[in-house]
């Protein structure tokens, strides 16, 4: 089995890592249990100019009740923000993001469409963002941990909440806990498990686009698990089935190159012994000049 590493088009460089569209794809897995009670609208434009909303998940009946705990403070209208693993969280950031609620209130066609008390804010985080608690504080907000890596944010009009999610349970939010640099092999293996059971097409390009992430961002965790395929279960398999495949495919190609440049080596010593210059041997076997004289300097060496 090849290395993920050695295929290029798996793995990305930290730049190149689309942590955004991953997380989309893991809030609506992780509130799949409500998909038919909620619209989920990406990257959402606040206005003509370059001012955008990560996520804003709209609750279309207004009482029905959110499975998954992180939605529990969810109303009808509910701004989602992420924050990928190299960002920040400032006092800033978090009050943007209840401006970004205030907004979209003020957007509705008519007066009053969108009312305030039918908003909420939540912000997500992979570790605990100290510094904006105590700025908070400042500001006579509170800081309530609701849940492992729930905390709500009190004293705003606003219901608010941020997320933690090193801190989540990983036997709730499996989708989130693998969108990390840290992911755990108990968590990817739960979540292998987990996404068995989602069928659709759409659910189906979701899994795959949290797993592109985790794989690009823990290529040596997924490495040493592709290494021990006989180990996997069957979840694992189908979970890692279009990246097996791939380091399969890549050992082929690997194999047939690895294959015609030895068949091609034979002929240059062949041609060499009917006196064949270096330079037409070269050409009869289509590699490069350098090349046939380093065999031939090799074999010279092996004699000697």
């Given at each position: 089995m090849q290395s993920y590493k050695k295929n290029e088009s798996m793995f990305l460089s930290d730049m190149d890592i689309q942590w955004h569209p991953a997380f989309y794809?893991?809030?609506?897995?992780?509130?799949?249990?409500?998909?038919?009670?909620?619209?989920?609208?990406?990257?959402?434009?606040?206005?003509?100019?370059?001012?955008?909303?990560?996520?804003?998940?709209?609750?279309?009946?207004?009482?029905?009740?959110?499975?998954?705990?992180?939605?529990?403070?969810?109303?009808?209208?509910?701004?989602?923000?992420?924050?990928?693993?190299?960002?920040?969280?400032?006092?800033?950031?978090?009050?943007?993001?209840?401006?970004?609620?205030?907004?979209?209130?003020?957007?509705?066609?008519?007066?009053?469409?969108?009312?305030?008390?039918?908003?909420?804010?939540?912000?997500?985080?992979?570790?605990?963002?100290?510094?904006?608690?105590?700025?908070?504080?400042?500001?006579?907000?509170?800081?309530?941990?609701?849940?492992?890596?729930?905390?709500?944010?009190?004293?705003l009009y606003i219901p608010a909440q941020v997320i933690v999610t090193k801190e989540l349970d990983g036997q709730k939010h499996r989708s989130l806990k693998v969108l990390s640099k840290h992911a755990r092999e108990e968590d990817i293996r739960g979540f292998a498990e987990e996404m068995q059971k989602f069928t659709e097409q759409g659910e189906r390009e979701n899994v795959d686009a949290v797993l592109q992430v985790s794989v690009a961002a823990n290529s040596d965790l997924y490495d040493k698990m592709t290494r021990r395929f006989s180990d996997m279960n069957d979840a694992m398999r189908w979970l890692m089935r279009n990246e097996i495949e791939a380091g399969v495919q890549q050992g082929m190609r690997q194999g047939m190159q690895q294959g015609m440049l030895k068949q091609a080596k034979d002929t240059a010593y062949e041609l060499c012994d009917m006196g064949l210059p270096v330079d037409k041997i070269a050409r009869a076997v289509k590699v490069s000049l350098d090349t046939v004289q380093g065999w031939l300097d090799e074999r010279a060496a092996l004699v000697e």
């Open positions: 794809a893991a809030a609506e897995l992780e509130l799949s249990a409500n998909r038919a009670d909620l619209y989920f609208q990406r990257e959402y434009n606040l206005s003509k100019k370059p001012l955008q909303i990560d996520l804003l998940v709209i609750r279309k009946p207004d009482n029905v009740r959110i499975e998954n705990e992180i939605g529990s403070i969810f109303r009808q209208y509910n701004i989602v923000e992420y924050k990928s693993p190299d960002d920040g969280l400032s006092i800033d950031d978090f009050f943007k993001a209840v401006g970004y609620a205030y907004i979209y209130k003020g957007l509705g066609e008519t007066v009053d469409q969108i009312p305030a008390d039918q908003l909420t804010v939540s912000l997500f985080r992979e570790n605990y963002p100290r510094e904006l608690f105590c700025n908070l504080e400042k500001y006579n907000c509170s800081v309530k941990r609701e849940r492992n890596g729930i905390y709500y944010i009190e004293g």
